[in-house]
């Protein structure tokens, strides 16, 4: 008896180890897939904490022990990159239960002197004073404002509050005790900084002033030597010039270093030369301002265009090196101008001021004049700038409305002197107040004729 063995089938062997592959595989690929989609959804989360993220990450299906180690330096790699974000100033982060934002403020030394001896003054502001109308100038700082001084070490207040900014960034406690103390360093280290940079703030500003004086000394006449008997040379400060007065000198002196600062391109040399050429030409001014003031005066009598016109051209070399006031004095004492005429000439207007009067409709009565002044008053507080002249307004509105009242008109200023910033010189303006009834002979026989 015999039996026929026929062969297996080939496809089912192949089918058989193909299902038995899928099996095997799909599974795998299911975990990793799930494992890939976990990685990728934490990849997402941004606002998570160290024990949230920590949490999420054993969370994730298939996760392997070198998986864990691998992505939790990754993870740690980005919480330092979001803390020094926020501690650089860019917008952090927030979220997890972390709250981030600015640090806190570390107080000057001399708040800090103050915290420390208990004694804080009423209304006491840390914000630096602006310079006042003269301007920038080169060492614009007073030491005395204790930023010079030695610093006090940090509180353990002001020590915990600044760690706590750090952690609350995500940086890690030792991480923030170290940033912390590093800034404690640095914070105690400032006055040191401090005075050496004013330091060579000085050397700068008596630099630029040193050459300023050896080119004045050699184009102005002065009224001694520069050595004395003994040969030895003379303070710079007690040297005379025989057509600058001191008062002048510092004004350009001040003028020149506000320069300096405003302009940091410009050398030194150059922006010394070019004061010096000034001062110089001012000199000259007046010089011919003081021939103008003595007797040959008299011939410019009933001459009141051309000697406005004279007067105003002499006065740019005043106006150039900060010395307006200076005029104005001088074409009151030396001449016998008014306050208000002294300021017409001696001063510009602004823009503003300038087409408010050219526009400027008086009353057709004589009874509103008082209300129109005071409505006049009230328009120009939001026009004048500090280049303007109060006298001069009024002269020039005087000029349109013979029966302006200039009391009513400055009472109306002085009201506003708390609400605006006016100049200390438009300050004493307003002390002088309106001018008298009757002209000086000066304003009579030298200026146009005014109707």
């Known amino acids: 008896m015999s039996y026929e063995v026929k062969q297996p089938n080939i496809f089912g062997r192949i089918g058989a180890g193909l299902g038995q592959g899928l099996a095997e595989t799909i599974p795998k690929e299911i975990e990793r897939y799930r494992m890939a989609e976990g990685l990728k959804k934490l990849g997402q989360k941004q606002d998570l904490d160290p024990f949230q993220a920590y949490t999420e990450l054993l969370s994730i299906p298939?996760?392997?022990?070198?998986?864990?180690?691998?992505?939790?330096?990754?993870?740690?790699?980005?919480?330092?990159?979001?803390?020094?974000?926020?501690?650089?100033?860019?917008?952090?982060?927030?979220?997890?239960?972390?709250?981030?934002?600015?640090?806190?403020?570390?107080?000057?030394?001399?708040?800090?002197?103050?915290?420390?001896?208990?004694?804080?003054?009423?209304?006491?502001?840390?914000?630096?004073?602006?310079?006042?109308?003269?301007?920038?100038?080169?060492?614009?700082?007073?030491?005395?404002?204790?930023?010079?001084?030695?610093?006090?070490?940090?509180?353990?207040q002001q020590r915990d509050s600044r760690e706590l900014y750090y952690i609350n960034n995500g940086f890690l406690p030792e991480e923030a005790k170290i940033r912390a103390a590093d800034d404690e360093r640095r914070y105690k280290e400032n006055p040191e900084t401090y005075r050496k940079r004013l330091l060579e703030k000085e050397q700068d500003q008596q630099s630029i002033r040193d050459k300023f004086d050896r080119l004045i000394n050699l184009k102005l006449e002065r009224t001694g030597p520069l050595t004395d008997e003994k040969g030895q040379k003379i303070?710079?400060?007690?040297?005379?010039?025989?057509?600058?007065?001191?008062?002048?000198?510092?004004?350009?002196?001040?003028?020149?270093?506000?320069?300096?600062?405003?302009?940091?391109?410009?050398?030194?040399?150059?922006?010394?030369?070019?004061?010096?050429?000034?001062?110089?030409?001012?000199?000259?001014t007046n010089s011919e301002f003081n021939r103008l003031a003595g007797t040959e005066g008299i011939e410019n009598v009933f001459k009141g265009k051309q000697l406005m016109n004279r007067l105003k051209a002499l006065g740019k070399s005043y106006e150039e090196t900060g010395n307006n006031e200076e005029y104005f004095n001088e074409l009151q004492s030396r001449m016998g101008f008014s306050p208000q005429a002294a300021a017409k000439i001696a001063y510009k207007q602004s823009p503003k001021v300038k087409n408010y009067i050219e526009n400027f409709r008086p009353a057709t009565q004589k009874g509103s004049t008082t209300a129109q002044s005071r409505k006049a008053a009230q328009d120009l507080t939001s026009l004048i700038t500090a280049e303007d002249s109060l006298q001069s307004i009024v002269y020039d509105l005087k000029n349109k409305y013979k029966f302006f009242d200039e009391q009513a008109f400055f009472d109306e200023l002085s009201s506003t002197l708390e609400d605006v910033p006016y100049t200390p010189r438009q300050r004493r303006e307003l002390i002088q107040g309106a001018g008298n009834l009757i002209p000086t002979w000066a304003d009579v026989f030298y200026l146009p004729y005014r109707s």
């Open 235 to 284: 303070p710079q400060e007690d040297i005379r010039y025989k057509d600058i007065s001191g008062d002048m000198l510092s004004k350009i002196y001040r003028s020149m270093e506000r320069d300096a600062v405003r302009n940091p391109q410009k050398s030194f040399d150059d922006i010394a030369n070019d004061w010096a050429n000034k001062t110089y030409e001012l000199a000259k």
């Open 62 to 156: 298939g996760i392997t022990p070198q998986g864990i180690q691998t992505a939790g330096e990754l993870l740690k790699m980005r919480r330092q990159q979001q803390a020094l974000r926020g501690s650089a100033g860019e917008q952090p982060v927030s979220g997890g239960g972390m709250t981030r934002g600015a640090a806190p403020s570390i107080p000057s030394n001399e708040q800090a002197d103050l915290v420390n001896r208990s004694v804080l003054p009423e209304g006491m502001s840390p914000e630096y004073i602006q310079p006042t109308e003269t301007g920038d100038q080169i060492v614009p700082e007073n030491p005395t404002t204790g930023e010079g001084y030695s610093a006090y070490s940090w509180t353990p």
